[in-house]
């Protein structure tokens, strides 16, 4: 079975730094596409960060330069927040499928496995 379980959220002043966790089974090996998204209080959900099981990384314009995703081992994947922004509160997913993510950050319906989210809050 494939889970996903988020960890690392909380709360955190504007400027700071979070650090996101993934953790993956049941899907780490051959080809994948895990993302991170985030939905807002009356907000569609929206794809903050992707990565491809050859390595490849994308990001959402507004992160770019701010957040960093990568895979800490086969199973734990990072999501390093640094210069957060009020804009960046919001539940946090993280969500994996058995397919390259492609030339962007798949839309939420082209991922079938979702973990329950981690709460980011920025003031």
């Known amino acids: 079975d494939v889970q996903l379980v988020e960890s690392g959220g909380g709360s955190v002043q504007a400027g700071g730094s979070l650090r996101l966790s993934c953790e993956v089974s049941?899907?780490?090996?051959?080809?994948?596409?895990i993302g991170w998204f985030r939905q807002a209080p009356g907000k569609e959900r929206e794809g903050v960060a992707a990565?491809?099981?050859?390595?490849?990384t994308m990001y959402k314009d507004s992160v770019t330069g701010r957040f960093t995703f990568y895979k800490d081992n086969d199973n734990t994947l990072t999501l390093l927040m640094k210069s957060v922004e009020p804009e960046d509160t919001a539940m946090y997913y993280c969500a994996a499928d058995y397919h390259l993510c492609g030339i962007a950050i798949p839309l939420q319906g082209h991922l079938g496995y979702w973990g329950r989210g981690t709460q980011v809050t920025v003031s």
């Open positions: 990565i491809d099981s050859d390595g490849t």
């Open positions: 049941g899907i780490t090996e051959g080809t994948n596409c």
